[in-house]
Nanobody, 114 residues
């Protein structure tokens, strides 16, 4: 059973920073990609950032220049550094790991207030 466990999130302020971490404890294989998606109230889930094992990275236009994704391949860990937060970043953030299929974490709430 593949598990993805998210840490971090919570309450942030406009212009501030938050950090999300995701680990896959006990996972025996390396994901071909790991990333973060989010679902804002009343909206569909959308890509935030994703990084493949070869280092190729994809960011949503709305977070480019503000968010940075990084992975520890050996530990199957992915981190999202979120800077210059905006109120539009308020959402539930989900960690994703892709191997044969996509695996998802439970989600962690990020709320950005002014």
């Amino acid at each position: 059973q593949v598990q993805l466990v998210e840490f971090g999130g919570g309450l942030g302020q406009v212009g501030g920073s938050l950090r999300l971490s995701c680990v896959a404890p006990g996972n025996k294989f390396r994901f071909t990609a790991m990333g973060w998606y989010r679902r804002a109230p009343g909206k569909q889930r959308e890509l935030v950032a994703e990084q493949k094992t070869n280092g190729n990275t994809n960011y949503a236009d709305s977070v480019k220049g503000r968010f940075t994704i990084s992975r520890d391949l050996d530990r199957n860990t992915v981190i999202l550094e979120m800077n210059r937060l905006k109120s539009d970043d308020t959402a539930v953030y989900y960690c994703m790991g892709r191997f044969d299929i996509e695996y998802w974490g439970q989600g962690t709430q990020v709320t950005v207030s002014s």
